[in-house]
Structure formats: C-alpha cells, structure tokens
C-alpha cells in the first residue's frame, strides 16, 4: 500500500501492529460518534520546529503529533498503552518519493481520567517525528 504522507505511514503502521480490541480504528481528531472504545485518534500537527538550519533554508524539522488512547474506564487495560507507545517509539516511516526516511521518538505519555459521565479513560502520547521539509 502506497504511502503518501508520515500520518499516514503512521497510521498504517499502527492498524497492521493489530493491537487487541483496536484493529483498524485509528482517527484524525475525532472517532465517528458510533465508535465503541477502545480507539485512537490522533492530532497531526501540535507543533512545528526547525532542528536543522542551513545557509538559505532549514534542512530538518520537528514536529510533533499527539495519539490519544479511549478506553472505558472500568474496562481498562493495562497493557493497551504500553503496546500502542511501542509501536510508536522508535518507528521509521519511509513516504513514497522521498529520499529520507521519519524517525518518531515518544517524548511524553500522560494518563487522563476523563469527567466522570464520560466513563472513559485516555492515554496522550506525544512523539516527536524528525523529517525533511518536503515531508510536511
């Protein structure tokens, strides 16, 4: 399958790891409002920072992406995060068409107990993708 974007190697990458009771449902922003927990979705661009900067222009960035992890509080697992952060830390996304090669790098994972009519629970977990400009 043709990758065309680093969130969407991501997102490959985290539906073919086929993590238990997750399967294919991983979402940008927002899960459509019939999706059973638990689910992922994810925030593509928190932040955007140069890391490598040349004469002329900037040669590498930083930017970070947030995926977030819903579970049902009293159904919580207690794996379930650590899976999903090892999927993520330390994985390399090749785009089609690009020489360089995305490398994340998890730099925070906070666990929310969310408002008590939610009945849910979520995991952030924040990485760090180093990428070339033509990668945005």
Do not use: C
């Not at 996304?93 to 849910?120: H, N, Y």
Request: hydrophobic share 40%.
């Amino acid at each position: 399958m043709p990758v065309l974007t680093v969130s969407g190697g991501i997102v490959q990458n985290i539906d073919l790891a086929n993590l238990p009771n997750i399967g294919t449902k991983t979402f940008l922003d927002e899960a459509p409002e019939d999706t059973a927990p638990p689910y992922i979705t994810y925030n593509d661009n928190v932040s955007t920072l140069p890391e490598l900067s040349g004469d002329a222009r900037t040669q590498f960035y930083s930017r970070n992406m947030q995926f977030n992890l819903w579970q049902i509080a009293n159904e919580e697992s207690a794996t379930l995060p650590g899976l999903l952060l090892g999927v993520l830390d330390g994985m390399r996304v090749k785009v089609d068409s690009q020489p360089f090669t995305a490398l994340l790098k998890a730099v925070s994972v906070t666990r929310i107990e969310e408002p008590l009519d939610t009945g849910l629970t979520h995991h952030e977990i924040t990485v760090a993708i180093a990428h070339t400009a033509a990668m945005m």
